[in-house]
């Protein structure tokens, strides 16, 4: 991202770390990045005050009173694959688990019968998370790293939803108990 001369530039790194340079975020006036952890290493590492800032849902799109809980899918995953047969999905397949999936680039990964829909209108998504039995959640590997938490678990607990996701650090403290976690299938 290349900033504006003349004026204020702010730089705000939701995901994907590893495509960011400490090139580009010397071009901003403020950096944040949404995880404590990545924002502390890297100011240490490039000298370049990074501040944490979180992600956040739209309260208007997601809210609890978007939909009745346990009357949508039993286990839901809304997310794209990516070119990787993402860790969520993989384990929830292992353990036959009943996963109701939205999202493209699947076919290489899983039947077109398991995918209900090639990607869901961002008005949608709060609706689903809201009357999901459990909403399903995992990180890129890079994110899983240096504790990018995904947006889907901000949007997720401000449906109410019940959530499971692969652990990364510091999710117990910013989601205070709503979210379990799982490393395997057996914890799955």
């Not at 790293?145 to 650090?169: H, K, M, Q, W, Y």
């Amino acid at each position: 991202v290349e900033p504006h001369p003349n004026l204020l530039n702010l730089q705000w790194i939701i995901s994907h770390p590893d495509m960011v340079t400490a090139e580009e975020l010397a071009g901003f006036d403020l950096v944040y990045a949404a995880s404590h952890s990545w924002a502390r290493r890297t100011t240490q590492r490039w000298g370049i005050p990074v501040r944490p800032l979180l992600q956040c849902p739209d309260r208007r799109l997601f809210n609890p009173d978007r939909g009745e809980p346990d009357t949508g899918p039993e286990l839901v995953f809304v997310g794209n694959s990516r070119g990787v047969y993402r860790f969520a999905v993989r384990t929830a397949h292992a353990i036959g688990a009943p996963l109701t999936l939205h999202g493209n680039d699947w076919n290489e990964f899983v039947s077109p019968d398991q995918i209900a829909s090639n990607g869901l209108a961002n008005e949608d998504v709060g609706a689903l998370y809201a009357s999901a039995g459990v909403v399903l959640n995992d990180h890129h590997l890079d994110m899983r790293r240096d504790s990018f938490a995904s947006n889907r678990l901000f949007d997720a607990a401000a449906c109410g939803a019940r959530i499971v996701s692969d652990p990364i650090e510091g999710l117990a403290q910013t989601f205070d108990g709503l979210v379990q976690t799982f490393s395997n299938e057996a914890e799955l």
